[in-house]
C-alpha cells in the first residue's frame, strides 16, 4: 500500500485530470526522485497525512517541486525561475525566442498545485476534506 501511495503522489504532483501540471515533468522523473532521495519521502508523507496543515503542504510541495527542476536544497521557485531565465537567456542569441512555460512554476502557483495535488491524494486515501476550506466555492 505505502508503494501505491508513493506512486500516487509522483502521479497526481506532476499533472492528471484533476491536478494541474508541470511542463515537461513527467510521471517517471517524479517516481525515481522518490525512490533515489530519500529524504525527499518526507515531502510525499506529508500529503498523505489527513491532518497536515496548509502551510506543511506548501512547504512540502516547493521542496519537492524545486528538486524536480534541480534546484538547490532550501531554494524557493521563485528564486529558481530567475537563475533558470537568466541561465537560458545567456545561452541564446538575441534574436532568439523564450518558452517561458520552461520555467519553473511560481511559488504562489505551487501552493495552489500542491492543495490540489493534497486534496487528491487525500481522496484516494478516502479522507473527506470541505473542499471549501481549500479555495473551492459552492455555487
Known amino acids: 500500500m505505502a ?26 522523473r517524479a517516481w525515481k526522485l522518490l525512490k533515489d532521495r530519500p529524504g525527499l519521502k518526507t515531502c510525499s508523507d506529508i500529503f498523505k497525512n489527513p491532518n497536515a496543515s496548509k502551510e506543511e503542504i506548501s512547504a512540502a510541495g516547493e521542496k519537492f517541486i524545486v528538486a524536480l527542476y534541480n534546484g538547490e ?10 537563475i533558470r531565465h537568466t541561465q537560458t537567456i545567456a545561452k541564446q542569441p538575441v534574436t532568439g525566442s523564450f518558452d517561458l512555460a520552461t520555467l519553473p512554476p511560481t511559488s504562489a502557483a ?28 459552492s455555487y
Open 3 to 28: 508503494d501505491l501511495i508513493e506512486t500516487s503522489y509522483a502521479f497526481f504532483v506532476t499533472g492528471c485530470d484533476t491536478t494541474s501540471a508541470l511542463y515537461r515533468m513527467g510521471k517517471k
Open 73 to 82: 536544497e532550501g531554494e524557493s521557485l521563485d528564486s529558481l525561475r530567475v
Open 110 to 137: 505551487c501552493e495552489q498545485h500542491s492543495y490540489r495535488t493534497y486534496l487528491q491524494v487525500q481522496e484516494w486515501l478516502e479522507t473527506s476534506k470541505d473542499l471549501e476550506n481549500w479555495g473551492w466555492k
